[in-house]
């Protein structure tokens, strides 16, 4: 029979009759293939089952390598040469880190996670990884953030990075050194994808594979040769973001995504599951999920004593130690995993009575094998209809000695010794003398060596280095003009209400039926297509689905009823806020990794926008996306009847935090198109690495044609809606943004016609935009205090307005309008009113006033601001109080 070791139950009571049932099952395998097999074994547990047998469910196989090594793929490559390559990459690796900590400056950094890792990363780069070329668009490689340090060790043996850039390792300022983990923002051409925070890596990774996928589809790009190598560490896998989305990937069979989880049992303070097995759950994780799942636990070395285990009692010890006694195994030597490990079992003791303990201590685990991962990635990569994880057993602070390997501070470990140094270069054999090493010199061969030339020669078979990013498309789509808009800038009629939500579906209606940039456009919605007003896209665009449609949808009499197809546009993401962010990341960056532009367009309640992933807003950012973000219903009063955990008062805010983040709060269509158009021309026309945050009403009223000349105010942040044409003496400059202006609008007709006070309107299209022009002007003037000073848009739009107070009001916290206090001039009041506190459910003008932004506060705030400019009466503000019936002493709405 076959060489695979059958390891029979220590415990069994019939081992004969097993052995015939294996023998079976073994000769259906060689003779009729594994899919019989398959067949017959689940006939024999469904029988079971139906016979009253209560069978357990176990996603588990045994806590071996599922790969058996007479049908582990070889590798063609030289392992000589292959091993001396890590072992420079390590040493640099670990030259970098101590060299960047040696004065004191408290940089930081990680050795323990690459030297855990570099096996694996080494092996992907020789054989596996292409780079962009012809005919091929490159695969995509998530690094796990932490070993960064690996990366550019290896770069700088390609020649890629000096070894200035990684002596300065974590010190970026100056421009010279490299950044502590993968950041496509401080170094564009260089990272690809940001893996930090943990969890982010998994989730994003899962729904590029799908868009690779959606772009084959829709026949923008060939990505069918293209894999998504995703490196996470084991506990990373306790983020929710790591393992949320793995169901989508096999409902999808992406086969074209491979997560390799470095499972080296330790984070930070201790053990991932030291009273259990990491890899085993993790396992039936996937394994329940729908993945293919390629353990990779035992090195070559365990081979031989495997086929020894013939009573299976190494397989029971293996089974039946935690990972916390393998973690202590690997901190030890030889001798303690003799006494310890081997010695639980006397009969398992004599297997290796004739091995010495340097013997046992060579015994490798299976991510520090060159050749069992080479299996498994060759496995991988031709596994087809489902997507594949790797879940390899490594050491953490592999090679690190007595001071690093496998205990439990190793990851924060940035500064070693010299014995360490010393057993470092012995145990890799790295041609440095001894009276070198304190000096910790990188080493890089000489240029014409055979591991050098290796080097070159194994990149440029795959196309070239990894990682590599490109900035900008080759080409990219022409931008509609905006009189293209016109069904929008000419407003809503004479008397017909729309809401800006209306108005952007209008705008998308637009870009979609643009003959060159409308294929371009990715609709993304999580489940609310409806309540956007949308639903009229499914069967105009189709929602993309990999099988098309195998039923008829209930609605299929109707006119917009529910389309799926393999070439849809739409992406519909369900109750799956994460999700669909991913799935607009992947869209935002096709630039980079596809050479493609498209433009992504996801909206979603803005109230589970920001705040639910505002981690990944800010991946996004990293990667310099390009795409539209529509936070609907928005504010605090606008979306009435929904309560605390759907009204948003506060997105504006969080937006404002993201520095390449463009944020709107429009109120009119006009203003929609205005933006949308010119976030095109930056984003595509351009290619500016910046993206759009713009909020939408559900509230319905009657939209103005656009005013002449207001686009540039629009942009800036600003612009006069109103001009009083009162004589009266005194005069407010109002401001407003989103729906709240219609209010602010309201309260200038009411000072004017009660109070005898002129009112200018201004729309605050974005508070944010105008802080950031203020600041830019601010910053100027500090450093140029001999030059033309600058003054902010605010500053010099209201200094060509009469005298007095500045009011302003949102649907936002206060907080939100407050960013341009600096920016008013200092003669004039400044008052600010905003939606601060827990929303709440009723009428919008309940909660209105409840908030104290309606027209009623408006005109009462502008009272108070004359009065305390002295240029009005207290009295005033207290017959205003009573004439619109406000109780002075009600609730603070902060407080309830």
């Known amino acids: 029979m076959s060489a695979v070791p059958q390891f029979p139950a220590a415990n069994d009571p019939d081992s004969l009759e097993t052995q015939e049932w294996l023998d079976a099952l073994e000769a259906v395998v060689e003779r009729e293939g594994p899919e019989r097999a398959h067949f017959l074994l689940e006939k024999l547990i469904d029988q079971a089952r139906r016979s009253g047998a209560n069978i357990p469910f176990s996603p588990n196989t045994a806590y071996i390598n599922t790969i058996p090594p007479h049908l582990e793929e070889r590798s063609p490559g030289d392992p000589a040469l292959e091993e001396r390559i890590r072992s420079y990459c390590r040493w640099n690796a670990l030259v970098m880190v101590a060299r960047a900590n040696k004065n004191d400056d408290e940089l930081g950094g990680h050795i323990a996670s690459f030297a855990s890792v570099g096996t694996l990363f080494g092996v992907g780069q020789n054989h596996f990884w292409n780079a962009p070329h012809e005919g091929h668009g490159g695969d995509l490689v998530y690094f796990q953030g932490h070993s960064s340090p690996g990366v550019y060790a290896r770069a700088l043996l390609e020649g890629r990075m000096t070894q200035e850039q990684l002596l300065n390792f974590r010190r970026e300022v100056d421009g010279k050194g490299v950044s502590s983990y993968p950041h496509p923002w401080l170094m564009p051409d260089f990272w690809q994808f940001p893996t930090v925070s943990m969890g982010l890596g998994p989730i994003q990774a899962i729904y590029m594979a799908r868009y690779l996928k959606y772009l084959e589809a829709r026949g923008l790009a060939r990505t069918a040769n293209r894999k998504v190598w995703v490196f996470c560490g084991d506990g990373e896998m306790d983020e929710p973001e790591s393992l949320g989305a793995i169901g989508l990937a096999s409902r999808e069979k992406l086969d074209n995504l491979i997560f390799i989880v470095n499972c080296n049992l330790q984070r930070l303070d201790g053990p991932v599951r030291g009273n259990g097995k990491i890899i085993q759950e993790l396992e039936g994780e996937f394994r329940g999920a729908g993945w293919n799942v390629i353990k990779v636990i035992w090195g070559s070395y365990w081979d031989p004593l495997f086929t020894r285990d013939i009573e299976g009692r190494l397989l029971k010890i293996m089974e039946d130690t935690v990972d916390g006694e393998y973690q202590n195994y690997k901190a030890n030597d030889g001798a303690f995993v003799r006494k310890n490990f081997f010695g639980k079992d006397p009969k398992v003791l004599e297997m290796v009575s004739r091995m010495t303990d340097e013997d046992i201590w060579r015994l490798n685990r299976g991510g520090h094998d060159p050749h069992k991962i080479y299996a498994a990635y060759a496995a991988a990569a031709k ?514």
């Open 383 to 896: 596994h087809k209809g489902q997507p594949t994880v790797i879940l390899a057993k490594t050491i953490k602070g592999y090679g690190l000695g007595k001071q690093g390997q496998a205990k439990n501070p190793t990851h924060q470990l940035k500064k070693v010794d010299v014995a360490t140094i010393r057993e470092m270069r012995d145990r890799f054999n790295i041609p440095i003398p001894d009276d070198k090493l304190e000096e910790l010199p990188f080493y890089i061969p000489p240029a014409d060596s055979a591991e050098m030339k290796y080097l070159h020669e194994r990149r440029k078979a795959l196309g070239g280095f990894l990682p590599t990013r490109r900035r900008k498309a080759e080409s990219a789509p022409a931008v509609p003009p905006l009189s293209d808009f016109e069904s929008i800038t000419k407003g809503s009629g004479e008397g017909r209400e729309i809401s800006t939500t209306m108005a952007f579906v209008r705008a998308l209606t637009v870009l979609v039926r643009d003959k060159e940039l409308g294929k371009r456009i990715v609709p993304i919605v999580p489940d609310e297509a409806r309540t956007f007003g949308m639903e009229g896209m499914f069967r105009q665009l189709g929602i993309f689905a990999s099988e098309g449609q195998k039923y008829e949808p209930v609605d299929k009499d109707q006119v917009m009823f529910y389309r799926e197809d393999k070439q849809g546009q739409i992406l519909e993401e369900g109750i799956n806020e994460a999700g669909a962010f991913s799935s607009w990341i992947a869209a935002a960056t096709a630039y980079s990794h596809s050479n493609q532009v498209t433009v992504p367009f996801y909206i979603f309640y803005s109230m589970f926008g920001m705040q639910r992933i505002g981690d990944l807003a800010w991946a996004a950012a990293d990667q310099r996306a390009r795409g539209f973000l529509l936070g609907a219903t928005a504010g605090r009063t606008t979306l009435n009847g929904e309560g605390l955990q759907h009204e948003d008062g506060h997105s504006h805010v969080m937006s404002s935090v993201i520095p390449n983040c463009i944020s709107y709060d429009p109120t009119y269509g006009y203003e929609v198109a205005v933006i949308l158009q010119d976030g095109l021309r930056r984003m595509v026309a351009n290619q500016e690495d910046v993206f759009y945050y713009i909020t939408l009403m559900n509230e319905n009223y009657e939209h103005p044609a656009m005013p002449k000349g207001v686009e540039q105010g629009i942009l800036k942040g600003m612009y006069l809606v109103r001009e009083s044409k009162a004589k009266h003496k005194t005069r407010v400059q109002l401001l407003g943004s989103g729906t709240i202006l219609r209010e602010v609008l309201a309260a200038a007709e009411m000072l004017e016609a009660d109070w005898g006070v002129a009112a200018d309107v201004w729309s605050a299209t974005s508070f944010t935009e105008l802080r950031r022009d203020g600041l830019a002007a601010e910053r100027w003037n500090l450093l140029h205090p001999e030059g033309k000073q600058r003054i902010s848009f605010v500053e010099k739009m209201l200094k060509e307005r009469p005298a007095g107070p500045v009011v302003a009001a949102s649907d936002y916290m206060k907080t939100f309008a407050e960013q341009i206090r600096p920016f008013v001039p200092k003669e004039r009041a400044y008052r600010v009113l905003g939606t601060d506190g827990f929303g709440r459910s009723d009428s919008r003008a309940k909660l209105r006033h409840f908030f104290e932004v309606n027209r009623n506060f408006v005109v009462v705030a502008a009272l108070k601001a004359l009065a305390d400019q002295g240029e009005g009466k207290q009295k005033a503000v207290a017959d205003a109080l009573k004439k619109y019936g406000i109780d002075p002493e009600k609730a603070d709405p902060t407080t309830v």
